[in-house]
């Protein structure tokens, strides 16, 4: 018998299999997705490895093949079928094989099992006095007090005896020994969820949630596995239907996985489910030690729990019986894993669906332009929630144009409107959210009369203004100088924006002097539970007004907030990115669904130098199909994003001059295969930030429609790269559809 394994190095040169001889007193014992330790290179070091699979014939000259040492008995075995989807990683993401292998195990480690146990006291009344008076009388205290506590209460577990009566582990085994008591373990589970009763759930689902559901169970009951997206606004109930669905697939002896972003996944979230399911639902979060989420991978694993809650690793929860994926909040970025390999949660679930007969609900208010092109193509189903299931109207969304205010004479950063309208709700004890975005800010230029943004003639994304007063595009490397008057208004208020939260809250302060005010960003949460603290604080109704950053418009209720104030639109508009408008309609219509979540209406308002632009308007109208139809057609003619496929390549190094030269080889090798000019090939560019912690950045973009003739590229590349010792000192990663800036 011989193991095909894949050693645990992460060098791209050893990246491939091995064959190593399974030793007669292993067979039988190793399987698929376990961890050995084997003889590796000319020296025989001892080196971990994953087995991915067996032969019976031998591939290389059987005699100078090893065998296997042993097993490592401290590591959890990787189930086959994730084996198989790693392999699947590792081909669509790049990265090596065991980069993937250790992305499907997110607990790689065992751990100690927690073990109860009971100390049940063998002597009747009699002989236990008889006892108790000899160990009295030979002076054994331990015993003696182990003994008149059980004669009280005949069996007791024992880590009271162990810490109640300061007894060592020692003293209680000799009492076994002598057959005194008798102690039985049982192995129990660290379990993050405390037990709470289960209580059927008494909504009347509405007409929109009725067929969302029964659509998804007529499938699900005749055997139809797909892929629905659930595009349902704030409020609409999409989580009872995602539980509704769940049910119906527990319901046909199935598991489910809940994926939902970590930082959404909040305490009532996680009681919704456990109230619907009882003990047969787990989480998994950063929170839990590690004891914890060994413990809730081998329930996963045993079959104990139906239902799996947690962010994207819990994609990975060893169920064996898998009929459901949900991921709920799917246009998130951090579905998107930002190391090696840079796997997407959604293609990902798709693919272990597939691979294990489980069907795929995604869910937004504001999905990706990606997955709703999929489900316009007819590759997903669309179910759509337009109404909010209390019946509760949506917020009233205003938008201000800064121009205006400029012309009026107002400099402040608190348009008129605004002013008026917290002056108003302070005056209601209502509460208010200032909300400043500067997610994917990178340092764009635009003029502060007319709203003119310097953009890339080419790539038609904002361009980023540098120190040496240059403007530059970091898809194409396109340069301008920095203007010093607007170009199509000439008048000189045309620079960077300048505005940070501390800014603000000194405006704030200073403009409603009465008004008592919290300020959540990185500053003010560095210390841990910083964030809950402000937020409770905020719940509590502790402050009026609470500005801050992206950090506060997810996942969190407050019914008292009935303003919410976007100061400037623009800062997430124009990052360097070609989903900024994207971000930036959803990030405006979840802080949106900030403001009357209870039974006061809300109001929005939106401060902007582009109230024409049409992320804003379709954000304002709170309409995703009007946005969509906007973005999809920029897109098509961009050739970003689902209109064609791209794939960036990262590259970063310590020696700079090594790092141009690798970088330029790269791109003339890619021109070399691309003879028929089947893909457009851009850069090498700098990224908006050229060097982090003294290692230089730079970047390829590669376009084509096809995905999989992405993925050729990316593997004649990776085959290039591997055999040139140019390379060596360069780190190089594939990111497919980057989300997030690099
Ligand atoms: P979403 O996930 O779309 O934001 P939720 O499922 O959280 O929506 O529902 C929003 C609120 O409406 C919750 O308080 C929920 O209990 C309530 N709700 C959901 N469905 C119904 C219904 N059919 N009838 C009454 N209330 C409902
Ligand atoms: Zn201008
Ligand atoms: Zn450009």
Known sequence: MYADIIIDLIHENVDRVFQYIVPSQLEGKVKEGMEVLVPFGAGNKRKKGY????????????????????????????????????GWIKENYGGTMIQA???????????????????????????????????????????????????????????????KLNITRNVIKTLEEQRIVSVESERVYRNPIQHTQRTASIVTYTQEQQNAITQFKEDYCSGIRKTYLIHGITGSGKTEVYMEMIEEVVREGKQAIFLIPEIALTYQTVMRFYRRFGDRVSIMNSRLSEGEKYDQMIRAKNGEIDVMIGPRSALFTPFARLGLIVIDEEHEATYKSEQIPRYHARETARRRAEMEGAS???????????????????????????????????????????????????????????????????????????????????????????????????????????????????????????QTSCPKCKSRHIGGFKAGTQQIEEIVEKEFPTAKVLRMDMDTTKEKGGHAKILSAFANEEAD?????????????????????????????????????????????????????????????????????????????????AFYQAEINYRELMGYPPAEQLLAIYMTSRDEQLLERGAFFLKEYAERVNKRKEYQIIGPVSPYIEKINDVYRKLIYIKQERYDMLIDMKDFLEKYIEMNSGFQKIKIQFDFNPVNVF
């Open 545 to 625: 007004i609470l500005i801050g950053t992206q950090m506060i418009v997810k996942g969190h209720d407050f019914p008292n907030v009935t303003l919410v104030g976007i100061l400037a639109a623009d800062l997430s508009l124009y990052a360097n990115d070609y989903r900024a408008g994207e971000r930036t309609f959803q990030l405006l219509t979840q802080a949106g669904g900030r403001a009357g979540r209870a039974e006061k209406k809300g109001e929005v308002v939106i401060q902007t130098y582009s109230p024409e632009h049409y992320c804003i308007q379709t954000a304002a109208q709170q309409s995703y199909e």
């Open 360 to 482: 795929v609900v995604l869910g937004s208010a504001t999905p990706s332009v990606d997955s709703y092109y999929k489900a316009l193509h007819g590759e997903y189903t669309l179910l759509e929630l337009k109404r909010r299931a209390t019946g509760q109207e949506l917020p009233q969304m205003y938008t201000v144009d800064l121009r205006e205010e400029l012309k009026k004479g107002n400099r402040s950063i608190i348009s008129d409107r605004l002013k008026t309208l917290i002056e108003e709700r302070l005056e209601k004890k209502e509460q208010i959210i200032l909300f400043i975005n500067r997610r994917g800010y990178a340092g764009f230029v635009s003029c502060r009369s007319c709203g003119y943004v310097a953009k890339c003639p080419h790539c038609d994304v904002a361009l980023s203004s540098h120190k040496n007063d240059k403007l530059v595009c970091h898809y194409c490397g396109y340069e301008e100088s920095m």
């Open 101 to 163: 292998l250790k992305t499907v195990l997110p607990v790689k480690q065992k751990r100690r099992e927690k073990i109860s146990r009971t100390i049940r006291l063998l002597l009747n009344e009699d002989e236990a006095r008889k006892k108790l008076e000899e160990f009295l009388h030979r002076n054994m205290k331990a015993r003696a007090r182990v003994l008149a506590e059980l004669m009280d209460n005949k069996e007791l577990p024992e880590t009271l005896i162990i810490k």
């Open 51 to 86: 087995i991915i699979g067996f032969s019976e014939k031998c591939n290389y000259d059987s005699s100078k093949m090893k065998e296997i040492y042993e097993i490592s008995d401290k590591a959890v075995q990787i189930e086959g079928r994730l084996v198989l989807l790693a």
